[in-house]
């Protein structure tokens, strides 16, 4: 029997990329492929362009780094509502950092997150950059990562200059 506090997800991965003969040679097919789960709109994926993909849709490496961004940011808005912080405004522009190894293989060795947090009142500010570290902490994604997930939070109040 499962545990309340044990959740399982499910998404479908579907290739689209064959273009005829299949992966008999790597420039013989696409990258091309879709993921989906129930009940939410069918995501276009792709390999990063530098191994053959196509700009126009999300790589892995991409999703990982929303994934990362996604759950802080969704941490974050918790600690603050239930530590008195009132958010009006959140966005963020993360970045990763991947390494090829020789192999062909490769890893992240970082991603830093840079949210901009508006809050209602500026006496809010200082706890609202301090709660970053409680929202790192309960991110489940970050918590299921080996690579360090740095913050360099900007924290604005609507009277600020």
């Not at 545990?3 to 299949?22: E, F, I, M, P, Q």
């Not at 990982?64 to 961004?69: D, I, M, Q, Y």
């Not at 966005?91 to 020789?102: I, Y």
Request: with cysteine; charged share 15%; glycine share 10%.
């Amino acid at each position: 029997m499962a545990s309340a506090n044990t959740h399982t997800y499910r998404t479908d991965l579907v290739w689209t990329g064959n273009l005829g003969s299949g992966t008999s040679g790597y420039r013989a097919y696409e990258r091309a492929h879709e993921v989906s789960a129930p009940g939410v709109p069918v995501l276009l994926g792709s390999s990063d362009p530098a191994f053959r993909g196509d700009a126009s849709r999300w790589n892995p490496e991409l999703l990982l780094l929303a994934s990362l961004s996604q759950c802080h940011m969704l941490s974050y808005l918790h600690v603050c509502a239930v530590g008195g912080v009132t958010v009006t405004g959140y966005t963020d522009q993360a970045t990763g950092t991947m390494v090829q190894t020789p192999d062909g293989g490769g890893h992240f060795t970082e991603a830093v997150l840079h949210p901009v947090v508006e809050v209602a009142d500026a006496a809010m500010a200082e706890k609202a950059v301090a709660l970053h570290a409680d929202a790192h902490r309960l991110c489940f994604i970050a918590g299921s990562v080996n690579f360090p997930v740095r913050h360099d939070p900007t924290v604005t109040h609507p009277y600020a200059l």
